[in-house]
């Protein structure tokens, strides 16, 4: 029943009589509220009343006639947002009256439902007019209506159930593939060294970020294409093909050049993911786009734990492509398990096809043994209803067409005003400062605990390596608690995705400057476990906000902006790798933590600019 009156207000109107109708019905209610308050004895029933909120209300409503008398008057050529906005400014009378009534101190009958049907009304009129009015992220109305209902549909018929539950699983593990091949090339490279004697091994790393670069840049802006369920399809295929091949690779040259194959499939993973998640989610649930970055974890162990077990008990020419091909098969065995993944109906509704998008919400609710009373026909009013023109849906003319707005007409949008265009750059600007930061550490980390415990047998490398892998996965629990954490203090407001990502980022910078000051095996150990318990809740910070921010029809974009700089700026982190250690891996003379400290130094300029975000997207569901 709620969708339906939620259909209501937020459906083009179609007759103005109608709601002149609706309006002088309103304002004769709300007379009547202002007449009880005036016959009411103050002094003898004690009511408290806030004087100078009744004569705000006065005021309101004298604004709401008058607005009504211009509504009347056609020539002036006042359009259906400012009746909203005077329908909205009676709503807001109304429960500023009811607010000021103290009823349990007073006689007074209050319809207790109807006074909940005024909130829920003035709740979704409230949204259903910002998103109208809000161009902030350049996303039309029609769009906006249609998204509204299905979140609604999400939140209030559908629910998280079994679906979701699946969902979560198989995103999960496209989180665990990126991560499965970014530490797997990491941990193999001391092997791969000894075997192919390149003159640099960090050229391995960084081909995996030239590949990386052009998959995030190219998936990303696909998935607002061609849609992410076959986005994510392909780049899991990619990634794993090239990973077989990686394995056999019979010298060095065409070693990197497999390894930047897979990284054009792995680059594309997260984005994707990202978006294909939130977008099937109410928004109740959304905080479990933080707890994903499990799966990051659970990938950098499983990558350890083959290499400790293979790298260790093999030959040094057999050990690391055995890894190779443990890890293929791995991520093959996580992807193809039974489950129907549905197409984003935001997605679908994006780009006109509102039959399929109902089709999927319903496939989910039988999924979730549900029922929606969303329809097409509630949909089809909405675009009826605004500038939008017929599409033929055929299966060709939407290839034509997909392809046809592979252009700047999803980054635009991204920028389209003052406030959501900062919140856009510095967005980008911290995946990018991370982006150089993170691989300068992790990427290299087997390299620096083999420098550090060169007296130690191999095996305790990878075993320190595993031990830090598992301590991710209380970083993933600790961003779930902080991501939906507010508290209001006046006008400020703390916690929040902002919050939690800005001390998450630091608290990775200092520890990372402890790590440079130590030299003993246990501290080694310590200090980047404790790094990688802060990064890990970092990125699942981050991989929340990046899609919550932006709106479904340009958030495969808008990620893909994102992920690409980050790759970008990940390519320098090989470079200065090379530039502070000699050809063994060894510390130059420049420095013995050269590439350590400017890793923590980063991280702490992107905690910066976290602070600097203009928009927090806790308590709100993405569009």
Same mark, same amino acid.
């Given at each position: 029943?709620?969708?339906?009156?939620?259909?209501?207000? +937020?459906?083009?109107?179609?007759?103005?009589?109608?709601?002149?109708?609706? /309006?002088?019905?309103?304002?004769?209610?709300?007379?009547?509220?202002?007449?009880?308050?005036?016959?009411?004895?103050?002094?003898?029933?004690?009511?408290?009343?806030?004087?100078?909120?009744?004569?705000?209300?006065?005021?309101?409503?004298?604004?709401?006639?008058?607005?009504?008398?211009?509504?009347?008057? !056609?020539?002036? &050529?006042?359009?259906?947002?400012?009746?909203?906005?005077?329908?909205?400014?009676?709503?807001?009378?109304?429960?500023?009256?009811?607010?000021?009534?103290?009823?349990?101190?007073?006689?007074?009958?209050?319809?207790?439902?109807?006074?909940?049907?005024?909130?829920?009304?003035?709740?979704?009129?409230?949204?259903?007019?910002?998103?109208?009015?809000?161009?902030?992220?350049?996303?039309?109305?029609?769009?906006?209506?249609?998204?509204?209902?299905?979140?609604?549909?999400?939140?209030?018929?559908?629910?998280?159930?079994?679906?979701?539950?699946?969902?979560?699983?198989?995103?999960?593990?496209?989180?665990?593939?990126?991560?499965?091949?970014?530490?797997?090339?990491?941990?193999?490279?001391?092997?791969?060294?000894?075997?192919?004697? !390149?003159?640099?091994?960090?050229?391995?790393?960084?081909?995996?970020?030239?590949?990386?670069?052009?998959?995030?840049?190219?998936?990303?802006?696909?998935?607002?294409?061609?849609?992410?369920?076959?986005?994510?399809?392909?780049?899991?295929?990619?990634?794993?093909?090239?990973?077989?091949?990686?394995?056999?690779?019979?010298?060095?040259?065409?070693?990197?050049?497999?390894?930047?194959? +897979? &990284?054009? &499939?792995?680059?594309?993973?997260?984005?994707?993911?990202?978006?294909?998640?939130?977008?099937?989610?109410?928004?109740?649930?959304?905080?479990?786009?933080?707890?994903?970055?499990?799966?990051?974890?659970? $990938?950098?162990?499983?990558?350890?734990?083959?290499?400790?077990?293979?790298?260790?008990?093999?030959?040094?020419?057999?050990?690391?492509?055995?890894?190779?091909?443990?890890?293929?098969?791995?991520?093959?065995?996580?992807?193809?398990?039974?489950?129907?993944?549905?197409?984003?109906?935001?997605?679908?509704?994006?780009?006109?096809?509102?039959?399929?998008?109902?089709? +999927?919400?319903?496939?989910?609710?039988?999924?979730?043994?549900?029922?929606?009373?969303?329809?097409?026909?509630?949909?089809?009013?909405?675009?009826?209803?605004?500038?939008?023109?017929?599409?033929?849906?055929?299966?060709?003319?939407?290839?034509?067409?997909?392809?046809?707005?592979?252009?700047?007409?999803?980054?635009? !949008?991204?920028?389209?005003?003052?406030?959501?265009?900062?919140?856009?750059?510095?967005?980008?600007? /911290?995946? &990018?400062?991370?982006?150089?930061?993170?691989?300068?550490?992790? $990427?290299?980390?087997?390299?620096?605990?083999?420098?550090?415990?060169?007296?130690?047998?191999?095996?305790?490398?990878?075993?320190?390596?595993?031990? %830090?892998?598992?301590?991710?996965?209380?970083?993933?629990?600790?961003?779930?608690?902080?991501?939906?954490?507010?508290?209001?203090?006046?006008?400020?407001? /703390?916690?929040?995705?902002?919050?939690?990502?800005?001390?998450?980022?630091?608290?990775?910078?200092?520890?990372?400057?402890?790590? %440079?000051?130590?030299?003993?095996?246990?501290?080694?150990?310590?200090?980047?476990?404790?790094?990688?318990?802060?990064?890990?809740?970092?990125?699942?910070?981050?991989?929340?906000?990046?899609?919550?921010?932006?709106?479904?029809?340009?958030?495969?974009?808008?990620?893909?902006?994102?992920?690409?700089?980050?790759?970008? %700026?990940?390519?320098?982190?090989?470079?200065?790798? /090379?530039?502070?250690?000699?050809?063994? $891996?060894?510390?130059?003379?420049? $420095?013995?933590?050269?590439?350590?400290?400017?890793?923590?130094?980063?991280?702490?300029?992107?905690?910066?600019?976290?602070?600097?975000?203009?928009?927090?997207?806790?308590?709100?569901?993405?569009?």
């Amino acid at each position: 029943m709620r969708l339906k009156r939620l259909w209501s207000t +937020v459906r083009p109107v179609k007759s103005r009589d109608s709601y002149r109708a609706g /309006i002088n019905i309103i304002i004769d209610f709300m007379t009547s509220v202002l007449s009880v308050m005036s016959v009411l004895d103050v002094s003898e029933v004690g009511v408290k009343v806030d004087v100078e909120k009744i004569s705000d209300i006065a005021v309101s409503l004298e604004d709401t006639k008058l607005a009504d008398e211009v509504v009347e008057n !056609p020539a002036d &050529g006042v359009d259906s947002t400012y009746e909203r906005k005077s329908h909205l400014n009676f709503m807001t009378s109304v429960l500023s009256v009811m607010s000021v009534l103290d009823v349990s101190e007073v006689g007074v009958k209050v319809d207790v439902e109807k006074i909940s049907d005024i909130a829920v009304s003035l709740e979704d009129t409230k949204l259903a007019d910002e998103v109208v009015e809000n161009p902030a992220d350049g996303v039309d109305g029609a769009y906006h209506r249609k998204s509204h209902l299905i979140n609604q549909c999400l939140q209030n018929e559908i629910g998280f159930g079994r679906y979701q539950w699946e969902l979560f699983i198989l995103t999960g593990f496209g989180w665990l593939a990126d991560n499965l091949w970014l530490q797997g090339v990491a941990v193999v490279l001391p092997q791969v060294q000894t075997d192919l004697d !390149p003159s640099r091994v960090e050229y391995v790393t960084l081909s995996l970020y030239v590949g990386l670069i052009i998959g995030a840049t190219t998936w990303g802006s696909l998935a607002d294409i061609i849609g992410r369920k076959l986005s994510w399809n392909i780049t899991l295929l990619l990634s794993g093909v090239f990973g077989v091949a990686a394995g056999s690779a019979p010298n060095f040259v065409a070693f990197c050049s497999l390894i930047a194959c +897979v &990284g054009f &499939g792995a680059g594309g993973n997260l984005p994707v993911d990202g978006a294909l998640f939130l977008e099937h989610i109410p928004q109740s649930h959304q905080w479990l786009l933080t707890f994903l970055s499990a799966f990051w974890s659970i $990938g950098q162990l499983i990558s350890s734990l083959i290499v400790w077990v293979f790298i260790t008990n093999y030959p040094t020419d057999k050990g690391w492509r055995y890894s190779l091909g443990c890890l293929t098969f791995a991520m093959f065995f996580c992807r193809y398990i039974i489950f129907n993944l549905q197409e984003s109906s935001k997605y679908l509704v994006a780009v006109g096809r509102d039959e399929e998008a109902i089709q +999927v919400l319903q496939y989910i609710a039988k999924r979730n043994g549900k029922t929606i009373s969303l329809t097409t026909e509630m949909l089809l009013a909405i675009s009826e209803g605004s500038s939008e023109q017929t599409r033929d849906t055929s299966i060709w003319s939407f290839i034509r067409r997909s392809f046809s707005q592979f252009s700047l007409a999803h980054v635009r !949008p991204l920028f389209s005003t003052r406030r959501l265009g900062l919140n856009s750059v510095l967005t980008i600007l /911290i995946w &990018g400062t991370i982006g150089l930061a993170s691989p300068l550490f992790n $990427g290299f980390l087997p390299l620096y605990l083999s420098d550090r415990l060169s007296s130690k047998p191999i095996n305790v490398t990878y075993r320190d390596y595993s031990i %830090t892998s598992i301590c991710g996965f209380p970083g993933s629990v600790i961003a779930c608690m902080m991501v939906d954490w507010t508290r209001k203090t006046g006008k400020i407001s /703390i916690g929040g995705r902002k919050m939690a990502l800005a001390v998450s980022t630091a608290l990775s910078s200092v520890f990372l400057f402890l790590f %440079t000051t130590t030299t003993d095996e246990a501290s080694n150990l310590g200090y980047s476990c404790a790094t990688t318990l802060t990064q890990n809740a970092m990125f699942g910070v981050l991989y929340a906000y990046t899609p919550e921010v932006f709106p479904a029809p340009h958030r495969g974009t808008g990620d893909a902006l994102c992920s690409a700089f980050n790759r970008m %700026t990940g390519i320098w982190a090989p470079v200065i790798k /090379i530039a502070t250690t000699s050809r063994d $891996g060894t510390s130059s003379s420049i $420095g013995p933590n050269a590439p350590v400290f400017v890793s923590a130094a980063l991280f702490m300029v992107a905690a910066f600019l976290t602070l600097l975000l203009p928009i927090e997207t806790a308590g709100k569901a993405a569009l």
